[in-house]
């Protein structure tokens, strides 16, 4: 079982940048697909990024591409998510899920939250106007 915690969440204005960190610990991040999830207050969690267990392949919700990057460093057991241009509406807590995943589906991405089995207990992201 993999335990992951998240930090790097903040008050930023917008159009700034911020780094969320994911760290695991308890197993290898490197046999897990990674997500990154967030809600805003009163609204439900939605999708924001995806990684496969390899790292070769992403995945963006609308409302992150070519703002977020998701990436992630196994030899450090941590996911991150760049964000730049940070808009008000991407307030809200951040969360990072992982899914185990056999090698042979190392390339394979999940968009949904109903797709993983760990998550983390959150950051929370304030972006002011």
């Known amino acids: 079982q993999v335990q992951l915690v998240e930090s790097g969440g903040g008050l930023v204005q917008a159009g700034g940048s911020l780094r969320l960190s994911c760290a695991a610990s308890?197993?290898?991040?490197?046999?897990?697909?990674m997500g990154w999830f967030r809600q805003a207050p009163g609204k439900e969690r939605e999708f924001v990024a995806a990684?496969?267990?390899?790292?070769?392949?992403?995945y963006y919700a609308d409302s992150a591409k070519g703002r977020f990057t998701i990436s992630r460093d196994n030899a450090k057991n941590t996911a991150y998510l760049q964000m730049n241009s940070l808009k008000p509406e991407d307030t809200g807590a951040y969360y990072c899920?992982?899914?185990?995943?056999?090698?042979?589906?190392?390339?394979?991405?999940?968009?949904?939250?109903?797709?993983?089995?760990?998550w983390g207990q959150g950051t929370q992201v304030t972006v002011s106007a």
């Open positions: 899920a992982a899914r185990s995943v056999p090698i042979y589906m190392d390339t394979s991405y999940y968009t949904t939250g109903a797709a993983y089995n760990y």
């Open positions: 308890g197993r290898s991040l490197s046999n897990y697909a």
């Open positions: 990684i496969s267990r390899s790292g070769g392949r992403t």
